[in-house]
């Protein structure tokens, strides 16, 4: 038996209720899914692919995740991405004590961890439904656009579809890039693979994500599914 759709308090165009469907998304009592990631992942070109592990939790019912992971030699940097209801937060620490990075916490920063979060919904496909900071817009047969607004910061990603009606990309034309120590904003393209149907829904498995820098692609991470759950909270 196909799992009921959760009751709306906000009208969806029909377009996204029928991409949420094909994700398998429907009622529950979850509040976040939880998933881990194996990868690698360079700052620029010039920079070597470093791989990583990670942890990730991603919200169902408003806008906010976490993400931490180990890169670097022997696991020895620790990286924390993160949003939630009081802003965005990134650091990157060394041996856990040496700081290597801790951008401001000023609406640059909370706009790119707040694409971040748009552009994951495909992994999170109950938020579709369930998220009414969600603001979704038909552009054509094949895009939709999702915009919403964290700590006054406005943003928004669009998803082309498939042939199969699933998410195979997103792309944001202004993620601010931090380029020295001033944030700039850069197109930001992120691709979907390996879709599966698992626990009910249909995840893709397989992502990457690139800048577009005068002109030119430059692919910055590279990731893959581990575990995937549905969770509630304490």
């Given at each position: 038996?196909?799992?009921a759709?959760?009751?709306?308090?906000?009208?969806?165009?029909p377009?996204?209720v029928?991409?949420?469907?094909?994700?398998?998304?429907g009622?529950?009592?979850?509040?976040?899914i939880?998933?881990?990631?194996?990868?690698?992942?360079?700052?620029?070109?010039?920079?070597?692919?470093?791989?990583?592990?990670?942890?990730q939790?991603?919200?169902?019912n408003r806008?906010g995740?976490?993400?931490?992971?180990a890169?670097?030699?022997l696991?020895?940097?620790?990286?924390t991405?993160r949003?939630?209801p009081?802003?965005?937060r990134?650091?990157?620490?060394?041996l856990?004590?040496?700081m290597?990075?801790?951008?401001?916490v000023?609406?640059?920063l909370?706009?790119g961890?707040l694409?971040?979060y748009?552009?994951e919904?495909?992994?999170?496909p109950d938020?579709?439904?369930?998220?009414a900071?969600l603001?979704w817009?038909?552009?054509?047969?094949t895009?939709?656009?999702?915009?919403?607004?964290h700590c006054g910061?406005?943003a928004h990603?669009d998803?082309?579809?498939?042939?199969?009606?699933l998410?195979?990309?997103?792309?944001?034309?202004?993620?601010?890039r931090?380029?020295?120590a001033?944030?700039?904003?850069r197109?930001?393209?992120?691709?979907?693979?390996?879709?599966?149907?698992?626990?009910?829904?249909?995840i893709?498995f397989g992502?990457?994500?690139a800048?577009v820098?005068d002109?030119?692609q430059?692919?910055?991470?590279?990731?893959?599914?581990?575990?995937?759950?549905?969770?509630?909270a304490?």
């Amino acid at each position: 038996m196909r799992e009921a759709l959760p009751a709306l308090d906000r009208p969806l165009p029909p377009e996204v209720v029928a991409l949420a469907r094909r994700c398998g998304a429907g009622s529950g009592n979850q509040d976040h899914i939880v998933l881990t990631q194996t990868g690698s992942m360079r700052a620029d070109a010039a920079h070597r692919w470093a791989p990583f592990r990670a942890w990730q939790t991603i919200s169902l019912n408003r806008v906010g995740f976490s993400w931490r992971a180990a890169t670097g030699p022997l696991g020895c940097v620790a990286v924390t991405d993160r949003l939630d209801p009081t802003g965005a937060r990134l650091t990157v620490i060394a041996l856990g004590l040496i700081m290597l990075a801790r951008p401001a916490v000023d609406d640059a920063l909370t706009k790119g961890e707040l694409l971040r979060y748009l552009a994951e919904l495909p992994l999170a496909p109950d938020a579709i439904l369930r998220n009414a900071a969600l603001d979704w817009e038909v552009l054509s047969a094949t895009v939709l656009r999702v915009a919403a607004t964290h700590c006054g910061v406005r943003a928004h990603v669009d998803f082309t579809l498939g042939p199969d009606g699933l998410v195979v990309s997103t792309f944001a034309p202004d993620r601010p890039r931090l380029e020295g120590a001033v944030a700039i904003e850069r197109p930001w393209i992120g691709r979907f693979s390996d879709y599966r149907a698992h626990r009910g829904r249909r995840i893709p498995f397989g992502a990457e994500v690139a800048w577009v820098i005068d002109g030119a692609q430059l692919t910055c991470w590279r990731g893959a599914v581990a575990t995937w759950e549905q969770g509630r909270a304490p």
